[in-house]
């Protein structure tokens, strides 16, 4: 017991002389989801809905995440809170389906495991999660690249619709203040999210170089280097106004 509570107090000092929280997105941040996630998302809607979506290109949406796009959709439907609970469930069904077969796109991003569990284990920063995804996708995508969402605070498009209140969320349950946060993100939309909320951000994955010419000064392509990545966050550090 007696351990225990020292451990607690350690952490509880450590967090307090940081006084940061990192927030990670996951598609395409940690979870290096490609294809698939995006076939299996277009067809629970047709098979729910009979409806097809106009585009998947997501910066066509006014809120790209899983709910809004689906909320956006059937914005006339007395039965769309109905059917969006169907259309997240068969997503899944799909998603589970589509794993067996394409096991890549369910794999993480290069170093994200043990790059969030080192933030974690040696209490470097505090660690949240942040998706655009409904939770159940995000829990069994997090599964699959050997990450347990429950093991972080989270919030998910399934609490909300917007990006951003999504990540205010997240922050709230980490138990920070938006002006301690930083916030790692791999596409435009995070992007804007993270400007409309006045949060530094360090770019990851795929559209690293697409997130360079939006203006984000730190990009990475993956979590390789994660001693460089970890000195950007104490770079940021500084930027946070919430922190000690």
């Given at each position: 017991m007696h351990t225990?509570?020292?451990?607690?107090?350690?952490?509880?000092?450590v967090r307090q002389t940081l006084g940061v929280l990192a927030i990670f997105d996951n598609d395409g941040t940690l979870c290096d989801t490609q294809d698939a996630e995006t076939a299996c998302y277009v067809r629970a809607i047709?098979?729910?809905?009979?409806?097809?979506?106009?585009?998947?290109?997501?910066?066509?949406?006014?809120?790209?995440?899983g709910s809004a796009v689906v909320r956006e959709l059937l914005a006339d439907d007395p039965a769309a809170c109905e059917k969006e609970g169907?259309?997240?469930?068969?997503?899944?069904?799909?998603?589970?389906?589509?794993?067996?077969?394409?096991p890549g796109d369910f794999s993480p991003l290069v170093g994200a495991v043990d790059f969030i569990s080192r933030l974690k284990g040696e209490a470097v920063f505090s660690v949240a999660i942040a998706t655009g995804g409904f939770?159940?996708?995000?829990?069994?995508?997090?599964?699959?690249?050997?990450?347990?969402l429950?093991?972080?605070?989270?919030?998910?498009?399934s609490d909300t619709p917007r990006r951003r209140d999504i990540i205010r969320l997240s922050a709230s349950?980490?138990?920070f203040e938006l002006s301690a946060v930083v916030y790692f993100g791999d596409g435009p939309w995070?992007?804007?999210?993270?400007?409309?909320l006045g949060i530094p951000m360090i770019g990851i994955g795929r559209r690293h170089?697409?997130?360079?010419?939006?203006?984000v000064r730190h990009v990475f392509r993956d979590y390789s280097d994660g001693d460089a990545i970890i000195e950007v966050l104490r770079e940021l550090k500084g930027a946070c106004k919430g922190s000690g």
């Open positions: 225990l509570l020292a451990q607690l107090v350690i952490s509880f000092d047709e098979q729910v809905t009979g409806k097809t979506l106009a585009t998947v290109d997501w910066t066509k949406y006014r809120e790209p995440t169907q259309i997240a469930r068969e997503y899944v069904r799909l998603l589970h389906e589509a794993s067996v077969r394409f939770e159940a996708e995000a829990r069994f995508k997090l599964q699959c690249c050997g990450i347990a429950d093991d972080y605070p989270h919030a998910t498009s349950r980490a138990g995070d992007v804007q999210a993270s400007g409309a170089e697409q997130l360079r010419s939006l203006g």
